[in-house]
């Protein structure tokens, strides 16, 4: 259930960035929708729309392609990764200290899991 991202290009995901605006923005996105477990493009492309719209609620607006970012391109999801991580140090370390991921993943699983079964 861990995960390790072992290249930039793999953030593509959107996973890890929802968590983070997840745990900055407590309700900003609704991570309860996002695929942990993409396996296909339109999976990523997902996500990363959720990543969009919330950022765009929070009046936050980033100059990348988030189709690039879904589709793992290395240029836009380091620009977006250097952004985040600037935020994050500014705005959100003291949500972070708080904020579990692998105990999120596990809620975000389980509620999806009621609601398929």
Request: hydrophobic share 30%; net charge neutral.
């Amino acid at each position: 259930m861990e995960t390790e991202y072992t290249t930039v290009e793999t953030l593509g995901d959107g996973v890890a960035y929802a968590q983070m605006i997840d745990a900055i923005h407590p309700g900003s996105i609704n991570i309860f929708k996002v695929n942990l477990n993409t396996k296909y493009p339109d999976d990523c492309q997902r996500n990363v729309k959720l990543v969009e719209d919330s950022l765009k609620k929070l009046q936050l607006s980033q100059p990348v392609s988030y189709e690039k970012i879904g589709k793992g391109k290395f240029h836009d999801n380091i620009v977006f990764l250097q952004w985040l991580y600037g935020y994050v140090t500014r705005y959100g370390l003291e949500s972070l200290q708080f904020y579990s991921p692998f105990d999120r993943r596990l809620q975000i699983l389980e509620r999806q899991n009621k609601r398929h079964n």
